[in-house]
């Protein structure tokens, strides 16, 4: 019952959100976003007591900070999408829309990750250590990551491999995803547009980044119940947040370092799972005390001219 009254609400609250707080093709004003963020936020966190009720102070402390963490590391996704949306010179108008699918194909495909990982780890405990050290490299990677090459979405491999199906068009043809173009030899042939294009791009975004962010919820808790609800409720709210940040991720300056930070203690965490026991409510303080002081200290280091509004 209690699983299937989480279904029940995750689908009510994506439907709400993809199918009507953003009915229509528009632009996303930074009051819009910033009211949706807190309201998703809130909804998150409010979703503690739920997991107290069911459970105990231990699965609520476990809970929050799982979502905590995975809220987080979704900003990684804003930075990515941004990057995206810029390369594929997608539409004001059309970034909600493709928001939508992307937070819908994120939901989905963490999901069934979650079920496999946990599958996993219930045959295979050793497992366990393959996932710490999985974070441990994405941590490193992060902190001695190169900021001035960014991804490029041409060269996607999934893009190469939609380019084998189906001929890409360089220009939109308004809300549709394949449109018709005369060939040389005048003959009207079906023909990918960028649209489709980024759709597949963000797709094969949120498969790295679940493989990414699963196995550090992981580290926190390996309760079904627990990891499903955190990064379901801390995906809900992704769009919104897209919308609010996106345009100023450049300016935390400090917060790439404060997640690799988190992520390389998650991952020696679960290297040393068998021998040191952590309990979860210094998991909680860790994270939100690293995250909150890589923002603090970004917020300082940018000078104030940059902190204002274009």
């Given at each position: ?139 490193l990677r992060m902190l ?32 549709r995803y394949v449109t ?30 679940a493989v990414d962010s ?97």
């Amino acid at each position: 019952m209690v699983w299937l009254g989480l279904a029940a609400a995750l689908v009510v609250l994506a439907v709400l959100d993809l199918f009507v707080l953003h009915r229509g093709h528009h632009e996303v004003s930074v009051r819009e976003a910033a009211i949706g963020t807190v309201g998703w936020t809130v909804l998150g966190l409010t979703f503690t007591g739920v997991v107290a009720l069911l459970g105990d102070r231990e699965d609520a402390t476990a809970y929050v900070t799982g979502y905590l963490l995975e809220k987080t590391l979704s900003l990684d996704n804003v930075a990515v999408f941004a990057v995206l949306f810029a390369g594929f010179g997608v539409p004001e108008l059309l970034r909600s829309r493709l928001l939508s699918i992307g937070v819908l194909a994120a939901l989905v495909l963490r999901i069934v990750f979650i079920a496999a990982g946990l599958a996993v780890l219930d045959a295979v405990h050793a497992v366990l250590y393959g996932f710490g050290a999985l974070l441990v490299f994405t941590g490193l990677r992060m902190l001695f990551k190169n900021d001035e090459h960014e991804p490029r979405p041409a060269d996607s491999r999934a893009l190469r491999l939609l380019g084998r199906v189906v001929p890409l068009s360089p220009d939109y043809d308004g809300q549709r995803y394949v449109t018709r173009r005369r060939t040389g030899a005048g003959k009207l042939r079906r023909h990918a547009t960028p649209l489709l294009a980024a759709v597949i791009a963000l797709a094969a975004a949120d498969v790295v980044f679940a493989v990414d962010s699963i196995p550090a919820v992981f580290g926190v808790t390996t309760e079904p119940f627990l990891v499903v609800s955190a990064n379901a409720f801390a995906v809900l709210g992704l769009r919104p947040t897209y919308f609010l940040l996106a345009g100023a991720m450049r300016r935390f300056v400090h917060l790439q370092i404060g997640l690799a930070i988190v992520l390389l203690g998650v991952g020696a965490k679960m290297l040393l799972a068998d021998v040191v026991h952590i309990p979860t409510w210094l998991n909680l303080a860790g994270v939100i005390g690293i995250i909150g002081i890589s923002i603090a200290t970004s917020l300082l280091a940018t000078p104030t001219a940059e902190r204002q509004p274009a």
